[in-house]
């Protein structure tokens, strides 16, 4: 550790010193709302060297002394230029104004402009003012769904939210909002994500290349910032969808110095669901009457405070909850044995509910007009319940029993982290900092409870079962530098060390990192990366949904932290009209993964859960393409990947390499936006992914008899051969998306209608494949008497489809 | 108003979450039938196998294929010995344990028979089935030394459980070695009979009370031993508690906590419960004149493939294609064909609790057995 800190010190000092220099610094902001740009550009305009401001808008540059010209510049905002003297540092605070009229012409999704500059590759940025137009399910737009368009990411089951990127597993992406780790990303089985579009300001997703700074999941990053409230003005927007409706509102406190913004939403498939389960009971007269519903509601707040140019305090935090519920009564009367009336009331509850809470205090300080602070304290937790209770009630005697069960696990997170950016020259841009995680793992835990109320006593049994809580504490450090070592050549190196300590064992693992990029001209770049990555939580997931009921673990004494290597190659190129192509091909291995062993699923709870895995190895490579059109009035992009996912495991499968659950060969995704004009814009997107793979027995054959036991009912038996597993591909997927908004200005806002159609050509997709049988009927024959099978039965392939054709309304106001 | 609003509402959710299920075509390669070898083989018996063809999974429902026109050549030690015969199976169809409707599939019509050969613990044998049109598959196991059972006690327990009831249990304690620095796999069963006077009878007047009688119940325990010790623990007990799990069926164990120790293991032969009506038999159990219990333990060492077999094949049946558990795959060890031929060597010992048999006394098997 110590030469960790002599050398960290020694490159500090080499880079400082150089000639007679002074520092511009500053922060850049929106000019109208006073938000922070991240990613804006400054540069010096004789050198076109320069800098790219941080997460927070902080800028720094240092230049020669003398007449100096520099530019800053943001994608939809015009630049500006500041001519200087330099000779002495300066402080400098840029407020870049928005292009007004010409925003949609440089509006770009996926932030290609510097694609060409950055060392940064296998990243993409999504600017979220774009996400409305992009057509969605419900009328609600989703980050998720978006990021699931790209290149390199695969989608889940129909309709869902989750994302599988380079050949990786659900668990394998870190979410994190606001810096801040998010451990399930849906509401709804997964058909939504938890981020809410409203309070979002940007979102980016790593798929490689993944600087030092991030560390702890194998496959990606979704890096996604809150908006910090407008400091100018009152500023707010409202809508009303067919599933949901939300409301954002931001504003200064005290102008120029504190603002704040709220944001919730919720669904109401509850009380969608009221008048189908209205209709189902009236057309069951019977005396059983069910209930149920599922909804969720998620709320995000951040308030942040100006001290002055050096300091800001930020306090952000997200609450999401989902509920689903489900009851059945049953009342009956009738006489038993012995002619006595018998009235029974027998009622059956079912709730489920899972949710995010997280949390986090942020301090942005300025060391020196070269060296920036931030330190930042933030708590995560997940939590999934489900409970189900059967109460009979006697209601002649009196007597009641309930049974009671319940199940629950969840991750708890406490963590500090101090990071800083140091600007030392225009050559380098060093990020280094550390960090510390104490984790609670519940990894599952049953409580059953039974009772019997009887007229003259009362029995109990009150029971809990499962796995015990689980204490991991982390710890990270890292180091990076963005080194520009002329103006074809930059490159970003840097590591990552991760210590994590678990049930006395110590894991330490050093993850070093490496991104350049060559640029042959001013339009065209190779780029190369390596990165290796280290994961310390398991999530246990038995299907492609994304359950609440996935199991977070942490690594163990027995599965040691899963590691990726991945290498990645690549190029990108700026045509003209704002048409950009980047191709990058990939190749990732990853070891220590865990998989559930044949026959396992998630309900266990009488041993450890570490019973129920395999421990095992994958890797994955491919090709993806993007061509992309960013500016105009018709913009969007055409991504293309081909790839490969196997996992080898040695007690499954009987050792043999086998798919991914998430292997797919080709994946196609076409998005489009066209504004016809300021109050009519379109857009479409169109998807299609070569089948997924399933486990699915193709023949039948005896069972051998057991020696040594009885001859019974079910002796002779049949056992099914699977072919290996993951060994047959559904069907190919494929959907259209269109969605129309129509804006009109009002006195006091905007007002949009939005019109979008799911799935315009009703294509059967398939949800689920499964073996079903059909015919073997018989009849009566009125001849003889007897029963006579009248067809033969057959085994047929079936397909389940959900989300077939949805049209969708919403309403939204802006103001 | 409100019925439209109502009807609008129920229209919008069936539209949102209606699934369609419809016939898909079955996309993959020509499933040829592959030949299937079911043997399972015992040191110091005759080999037998049966011969099948799998049969693909969709289409028209039918009968396995039994195949008695295939060539069975069986090696020892890498050496042919025998060529296995054909003989058809005879079914006694008025014996109760015949289910006409649940094995007219799967009870399999041919058997294949050495007539010389025994199987011998320590050998190395080879299957190998060639048929005409499905050409030749094989499979090769090497039967494995027995291990000795050291000692057999038994003991009498009262056990009360926690709600209430009481039963009197026949807890054996059986004692063995296990073969040092080799992977070792176990199979332990047992024969219980038991005799007792008070045993059931439908129709009363069928008794012979002219002489006192015994009446005894004879049963094969191959399963489902009722026991709590360590060693049969496995995996599948940490799964799925709402819905149960296969749980250790078929009494296996592995060597993996006593590699080369002496290991003494106990199980419950026999239990009677005790209820109200019968507070005697909590004093007397086994103890009544002519009432005994004889007990043949048999503790079988397995070929590692016999143990794999037993295990998954067990597993998939209990799983069936369950949507949130992980479909179990069936070990196999024949080669261009599926199935197993594996075996065990056992050794066999056995206690008496009371005393059987008196001279005295006549004894009659019990066709009504309800003890378990």
């Given amino acids: 550790m110590k030469h960790i800190y002599l050398s960290v010190a020694l490159i500090l000092l080499t880079i400082g010193a150089f000639s007679q220099r002074y520092t511009i610094s500053g922060y850049i902001t929106d000019k109208e709302s006073g938000e922070r740009l991240i990613n804006a550009n400054v540069y010096d305009s004789k050198t076109l060297r320069g800098t790219t401001a941080n997460s927070y808008g902080f800028y720094s540059i240092s230049l020669p002394a003398g007449e100096t010209t520099i530019v800053a510049s943001f994608i939809g905002y015009t630049a500006q230029q500041f001519t200087f003297d330099l000779k002495t540092d300066i402080s400098l605070n840029i407020e870049l104004e928005m292009q007004t009229g010409q925003l949609d012409e440089v509006t770009v999704i996926g932030n290609q402009a510097n694609k060409v500059e950055e060392t940064q590759m296998s990243m993409i940025e999504i600017p979220v003012q774009k996400l409305q137009r992009i057509p969605v399910i419900f009328g609600e737009a989703d980050v998720l769904k978006v990021i699931q368009l790209l290149p390199g990411v695969q989608s889940g089951t129909e309709g869902t939210s989750g994302i599988y990127v380079r050949g990786g597993g659900p668990d394998q992406n870190l979410f994190l909002l606001d810096g801040v780790p998010v451990y399930n990303a849906s509401h709804l089985l997964g058909f939504f994500s938890v981020f809410n579009p409203d309070a979002i300001k940007t979102v980016k997703l790593y798929k490689g290349g993944f600087p030092s700074r991030f560390g702890g999941r194998l496959s990606s990053v979704v890096d996604i910032s809150m908006k910090d409230g407008n400091m100018k003005e009152f500023k707010g927007d409202f809508s009303i969808g067919l599933i949901s409706s939300k409301l954002m509102f931001e504003g200064p406190i005290i102008k120029d110095k504190t603002s704040f913004m709220i944001s919730g939403r919720r669904t109401y498939l509850d009380i969608m669901s009221k008048p189908f389960l209205t209709y189902i009971n009236a057309i069951n007269p019977g005396e059983s009457k069910i209930g149920g519903g599922a909804f969720f509601h998620d709320y995000n707040l951040k308030v942040n405070h100006i001290f002055n140019d050096r300091s800001r305090l930020y306090l952000s935090g997200y609450l999401g909850k989902d509920k689903g519920f489900f009851n059945n009564t049953l009342k009956s009367e009738y006489l038993d044995y012995d002619n006595n009336p018998k009235k029974l009331s027998q009622k059956t509850e079912m709730g489920l509910g899972w949710g995010n809470a997280i949390a986090s205090l942020r301090w942005n300080y300025l060391l020196s007009k070269k060296l920036f602070s931030n330190t930042t304290l933030t708590f995560s937790r997940y939590i999934f319940d489900i409970e189900t209770q059967f109460v009979t009630e006697d209601l002649i005697e009196k007597t009641k029993t309930k049974d009671f069960f319940r199940y629950y696990s969840g991750i708890q997170d406490w963590a500090a982290k101090i990071d800083f950016d140091y600007f030392p020259t225009p050559n380098h841009d060093i990020k280094f900092g550390i960090s510390g995680i104490s984790h609670l793992f519940t990894p599952g835990a049953t409580r059953l409870q039974f009772q019997s109320i009887d007229l003259d006593e009362a029995f109990g049994l009150d029971t809990l079962l499962g796995n015990n809580e689980i204490d991991a504490y982390e710890f990270g450090l890292f180091f990076e530098d963005e080194i520009t070592i002329s103006n074809s050549l930059k490159v970003n190196a840097g590591i990552h060390l991760s210590a994590f300590l678990v049930e006395g064992v110590e894991y330490i693992r050093p993850q070093p990192r490496l991104s350049m990029r060559y640029k042959a001209n001013e339009t065209w770049a190779l780029k190369a990366s390596y990165s290796r990555m280290a994961q310390h939580v398991h999530l246990l997931t038995t299907s492609g949904i994304s359950m609440p009921t996935d199991l ?68 994955s490579y491919g090709a993806e393409v993007m061509l992309e059109k960013t500016v105009g009035q018709t913009t969007g992009w055409i991504g293309y990947t081909w790839s490969k996912t196997e996992r080898l495991f040695e007690n499954l499968n009987f050792g043999n390499p086998f798919p991914a659950k998430y292997d797919r060969r080709h994946d196609i995704s076409v998005a489009f936006t066209h504004e016809f004009s300021k109050k009519i814009d379109i857009g479409g997107t169109w998807v299609y992914g070569t089948g997924n793979a399933v486990t699915l027995s193709i023949m039948e054959y005896p069972q051998a008899t057991i020696p040594d036991i009885e001859e019974s009912y079910g002796y002779y038996s049949s056992l099914k051969e699977y072919d290996g597993r993951n060994n047959y591909r559904t069907p190919a997927y494929h959907r259209m998306d269109l969605g129309a908004n129509f804006h009109k200005e009002l006195k006091n806002g905007t007002r949009t209608w939005s019109i979008s159609v799911y799935n315009v050509y009703n294509r059967e997709n398939p949800f689920v494949i499964m073996w079903d049988t059909e015919g073997g009927n018989y009849e009566l024959n009125p001849v003889t008497g007897e029963y006579v099978q009248v067809n033969e039965r057959r085994t047929i392939l079936k397909q389940v489809s959900i989300m077939q054709l949805i049209p969708s309304i919403s309403y939204s106001f802006k103001f | 108003m409100r019925t439209i609003f109502h009807s609008l509402i129920l229209f919008s959710f069936v539209l949102i979450f209606a699934a369609c299920e419809k016939e898909i075509k079955f996309n993959s390669k020509l499933i040829a039938p592959k030949l299937v070898i079911n043997s399972f083989v015992s040191a110091d018996s005759l080999f037998e196998a049966t011969i099948a063809l799998s049969k693909a999974v969709p289409g028209v429902e039918k009968p396995f294929e039994w195949i008695d026109n295939a060539t069975v050549i069986l090696y020892t030690n890498g050496e042919k010995s025998e060529e296995l015969k054909a003989f058809e199976i005879k079914y006694d169809e008025n014996a109760d344990n015949y289910y006409t409707d649940d094995n007219s599939n799967t009870r399999p019509k041919t058997k294949y028979r050495s007539v010389n050969t025994k199987a011998e613990a320590g050998k190395t044998y080879k299957i190998e089935v060639v048929h005409p049109e499905h050409g030749t598959a094989y499979g090769e196991t090497t039967l494995p030394q027995p291990v000795e059972i050291i000692s057999l006690k038994s003991e009498k327990v009262l056990m009360n459980y926690e709600w209430g009831g009481k039963d009197n249990q026949l807890v054996v304690t059986m004692k063995f070695k296990d073969t040092p620095n080799e992977e070792n796999y176990y199979r332990l069963t047992f024969t219980r009979m038991y005799g007792s006077s008070q045993t059931y009878k439908y129709d009363e007047t069928e008794k012979d009370t002219s002489q006192f009688t015994i009446y005894i119940s004879a049963r094969k325990n191959g399963t489902n031993l009722n026991t709590s010790d360590p060693i049969f623990s496995n995996d599948e007990d940490a799964n799925d508690f709402l819905f149960g799990s296969p749980g250790n069926y078929y009494n296996l164990f592995t060597d993996e906590l006593i590699d080369g120790k002496e290991y003494e293991l106990s199980f419950v032969a026999f239990n009677k419960y005790v209820d109200e009506y019968s507070l005697d038999t909590l004093y007397n159990f086994l103890e ?20 794999l077999y037993i295990k998954s094949s067990h597993a998939q049946d209990w799983y069936g294609e369950d949507f949130f558990s992980e479909p179990v795959q069936a070990y196999s060890n024949i080669e261009n064909g599926i199935g197993i031929f594996a075996g065990y060597s056992s050794s066999v010992k056995s206690l008496t609790e009371g005393i059987y048999p008196i001279d005295t006394v006549r004894y009659e098997l019990n066709e009504y057995d309800y003890y378990y």
């Avoid at chain 1, 003209?576 to 192509?581: A, D, F, P, S």
């Fill in chain 2, 288 to 307: 009544a004149p002519g009432e005994f219990c004889k007990i043949d333990v048999k503790l079988s060492s397995l070929t590692r493939e016999a143990f």
């Fill in chain 1, 552 to 619: 977070w673990l942490p690594v163990t004494k027995k599965f040691a932290p899963p590691i990726s290597d991945q290498v990645a190659v690549g190029t990108a190129i700026n045509f003209e009209k704002g048409i950009n192509l980047t191709v990058e091909g990939f190749y990732k291995t990853m070891t220590n993964l865990i998989e559930y062993k044949e026959g396992a699923s998630f309900m266990g709870s009488a041993t450890n859960w570490e019973n129920k895995v395999e421990k095992g190895d994958g890797w």
